[in-house]
């Protein structure tokens, strides 16, 4: 054991304190980061949903596999606190260079606002993200063992409230980084053109983890540091390997058939250690449905928040941004294990009903299969306020009159009129073979025809000045803006071409009588600039727009006012989102029910059926669970996109279902067990067995002689 000067505070050892702002700051460097990366996957990289939620879950799972490496780092080779100190280094570089990463201006070197190598970003996102998993999974095992390493005998009271202040930070730091990085996310920074600032959302995250490991280490003169006695996982693997390997040479019917498969390894391995094992493996084996479980969880940082971008964050006075959502859960927890300790399990305890861990993980499954469900039904709502779109042969049209006569347009079956710079409220659908002739007419003019080939599948925008003058717009839009923006675009009924910066992003060239492309803002308040040799010194060319909210589309015509000075007239294209983020927090509070019930109850159940010894071996396969359920989210994701977003939510709800009806076929068939009083078995017969061995012809007492 290192030797170390062990200081007191309010009979604590003083280097906890350390311990546990370390675990703070780490925690709230990653899921921080998390919190924003689905929403980086789309609005920075570009990629779909599928794909990325398919990366989001594949780094979850590694998260969660390399604690098994971290472990066998610290146990084998380095001990905890350099293993520690190492993969931290580790950690802080990874959280530097997905901050890196998120630099537009990195490779945008014509300074329009795209990055014109994103293959670079790419590759330093997967390298940054890598490095991360390596760091956060092999410090996970380490940190709270060697938090509970500084205690000395006879302080088991201040150990066990060191967990809970150590649980506490834990909560704490993903609390506070949920809220702040989507805050920092939102706001606009670059160099030569303004992006949402990812650099500065993945930057504080980094920082946080730099602050960790400068805690750690100043801390270094105060820890007890116990030496690395040897992996137990790697025994465990070395016994069982050869149980297998005995039982496979010996498969004959000649040799007798033993009580249980690891009675194989007998041959090299003492009893106590195979019983043991029996123990752990008695346990594994409930583990196997356990990651469907996870599969649902984690959902809450990739589907349940790519949801939350197609729903209005307003929220009485408050607006919340789509990956806010997830405070939801740690705010939750922090609610419903207090009260779950104190209030409920005692109160089902009074009823006299036996609540035991594993009916508590069984309630906990259905609980998130619950939750599943009510996602699928805030699915159904949005998609009932979902615009139609144009399908298959069909076209859409919308008239917009920007001149100054009322125009009648004669379509297939019907006609419409439209006043100045009045819009048909909603886009008109044809068949795009059945639309052979459009009629352009006003009073006192012959009838122009419109000769243009509409495109299937597609939205148009027919911009009408004269009967003779038209303009036939694609709208580019067959879908409502991606991930809760906005669109604009800009109609010029000028007679010559304007510019205009909306937020720093700019509008080239858009030509007299003609439409601009859109252009996508997150939600709030915009400026916008018009800059033409058409306008007159003493007009007014900077205006706001009207308030953004989330999914909507707009079309703003710049038309002139009496005074010949430049004014825009607002249209609505897409109507922004309806359905409240707040819908969601039932589904929140199921999952997070369930995360209580089955999270917390497992880990208990593990630790009391598993010999002191083989705690480890137990908590890398839980987490191993972890990582299993992320790469069952993979699956499903790669196999397909579903064509309704709600099926998808039921799938995963039905087969959590199914998954929990065979585990609690699995728990009624579970028998418990108390690893003590069986260590303490083990612990009399070794006794017994060497004072047989100590004193092989002990002197026959006359109760045995009278026997006799």
């Known amino acids: 054991m290192g030797m170390s ?105 014509n300074h329009d606002g795209i990055p014109d190598n994103i293959s670079v970003h790419v590759a330093l996102s997967m390298v940054g993200l890598a490095l991360i998993a390596l760091g956060t999974g092999g410090i996970k095992p380490c940190v709270s063992a060697f938090g509970g390493d500084q205690f000395e005998e006879g302080q088991e009271k201040q150990r066990n409230r060191f967990f809970s202040i150590f649980y506490l930070a834990i909560n704490a730091g993903s609390l506070l980084s949920t809220i702040i990085t989507p805050m920092l996310r939102v706001q606009v920074c670059g160099i030569h053109s303004k992006q949402s600032c990812y650099p500065l959302a993945f930057g504080v995250p980094a920082a946080l983890m730099a602050v960790s490991l400068i805690v750690f280490v100043i801390g270094s003169r105060m820890y007890k540091n116990v030496q690395p006695q040897g992996n137990v996982m790697a025994k465990v693997a070395s016994c069982v390997g050869f149980a297998i390997k005995n039982r496979i040479r010996h498969r004959s019917k000649r040799f007798p058939k033993r009580e249980h498969w690891l009675d194989w390894a007998t041959e090299k391995y003492d009893e106590r250690l195979i019983s043991q094992i029996k123990m752990v493996t008695r346990v594994m084996f409930l583990y196997i449905p356990l990651p469907m479980f996870w599969a649902l969880f984690d959902q809450q940082g990739s589907r349940w928040t790519l949801q939350a971008t197609t729903m209005s964050g307003k929220i009485g006075i408050m607006e919340i941004q789509p990956d806010q959502m997830q405070t939801v859960n740690a705010i939750l927890i922090v609610i419903l294990v207090p009260i779950m300790d104190a209030v409920v399990y005692p109160l089902i305890a009074k009823c006299g009903f036996n609540f035991t861990s594993l009916k508590r993980m069984v309630v906990g499954m259905l609980l998130a299969s619950m939750a599943f469900v009510a996602a699928a039904i805030v699915q159904v709502e949005i998609e009932k306020t979902l615009p139609v779109f144009p399908k298959g042969n069909e076209v859409q049209i919308k008239v917009l009159n920007i001149g100054n006569e009322r125009m009648t347009i004669s379509f297939p079956g019907m006609t419409v009129t439209v006043n100045q710079t009045s819009p048909k409220s909603e886009f008109m659908t044809f068949s795009a073979d059945k639309l052979t002739r459009i009629n352009i007419s006003s009073t006192g003019s012959p009838v122009a025809v419109v000769a243009h080939k ?94 953004l909210e989330f999914g909507s589309a707009y079309t703003y015509v710049i038309t002139r006012k009496g005074n010949s000075c430049p004014t825009p007239m607002i249209f609505e294209d897409i109507a922004p989102n309806t359905v409240s983020m707040a819908l969601q927090i039932p589904q929140y509070f199921l999952l997070t029910c369930g995360e209580v019930v089955f999270s917390v109850t497992g880990l208990e159940f593990s630790y009391s059926q598993a010999p002191s010894n083989m705690k480890s071996v137990l908590q ?45 076929i699995m728990a009624r068939f579970y028998t418990y067990v108390n690893p003590a009083e069986i260590d303490a078995q083990f612990d009399t017969d070794e006794k017994k067995k060497y004072l047989e061995q100590s004193n092989p012809h002990p002197k026959l007492d006359p109760v045995s002689q009278t026997q006799m």
């Not at 396969?621 to 309704?644: H, Q, R, Y």
Request: charged share 15%; glycine share 6%.
């Open 5 to 109: 000067v062990q200081q007191n505070c309010f009979g604590y050892p003083l280097s906890i304190f350390f311990i546990v702002i370390n675990e703070f700051c780490e925690r709230f460097s990653y899921y921080g980061m998390r919190a924003i990366l689905i929403l980086y996957f789309q609005r920075f990289l570009g990629w779909n949903d599928n794909l990325g939620t398919a990366i989001y879950h594949t780094f979850v799972a590694l998260c969660y596999m390399t604690p098994v490496l971290g472990a066998l780092i610290a146990d084998s080779w380095l001990g905890k606190f350099k293993t520690i100190v190492s993969l931290s280094i580790v950690y802080t570089i990874g959280q530097v260079v997905i901050a890196v990463s998120s630099i537009n201006d990195l490779t945008d070197f």
């Open 454 to 547: 509409f495109e299937q599948g597609h939205r148009h925008t027919l911009l009408v000045w004269a009967p003779n003058n038209y303009q036939v717009v694609k709208d580019g839009l067959n879908q409502k803006p991606e991930k809760g923006q906005n669109g604009i675009r800009f109609v010029n009924a000028l007679a010559e071409s304007f510019n205009v910066t909306v937020d720093e992003q700019l509008y080239e060239n858009v030509t007299s009588h003609n439409a601009s492309e859109y252009h996508f803002f997150s939600s709030g308040e915009k400026s916008f600039t018009i800059n033409s040799s058409e306008i007159l010194q003493h007009c007014e060319n900077e205006f706001k727009t009207s308030y």
């Open 620 to 664: 890398a396969g839980w987490l191993l669970t972890v990582a299993f359920g992320n790469f069952i989210v993979l699956i499903v994701a790669g196999a397909g996109p579903f064509s309704e977003q709600w099926a998808e939510y039921v799938l995963f709800a039905a087969l959590l279902l199914v998954v929990c009806i065979i585990f609690a």
